[in-house]
């Protein structure tokens, strides 16, 4: 059965940063594309950031040069640094094995003064 496990969400200040982690179990994970997505009250869920079996990264123009996606296949692992936060970054964060409808309980980020 595979299962996601987000953590690492909360409270941060506009400029701050944060790292999410996405702990996968049940899969063969080095193999696989993982994706970040967000959604934001009233608004539809979004593609964050990619990273595939290589490490070949794709972003939203909305956080390119702010966030980071990477991997460590030994932990099972992705991760999302987030730096130089926006309030516009507020949203219910959740990771995703591309392509299916598997997905993490998500972890929640607001960015507020």
């Known amino acids: 059965q595979v299962q996601l496990v987000e953590s690492g969400g909360g409270l941060v200040q506009p400029g701050g940063s944060l790292r999410l982690s996405c702990k996968a179990s049940?899969?063969?994970?080095?193999?696989?594309?993982m994706a970040w997505y967000r959604q934001a009250p009233e608004k539809q869920r979004e593609l964050v950031a990619s990273i595939n079996s290589g490490g070949g990264t794709v972003y939203a123009g909305s956080v390119k040069g702010r966030f980071t996606i990477s991997r460590d296949n030994a932990k099972n692992t992705v991760y999302l640094q987030m730096n130089s936060l926006k309030p516009e970054d507020t949203a219910v964060y959740s990771c995703n094995v591309w392509g299916s409808n598997t997905w993490g309980q998500g972890t929640l980020v607001t960015v507020s003064s």
């Open positions: 049940g899969v063969i994970f080095n193999l696989l594309t």
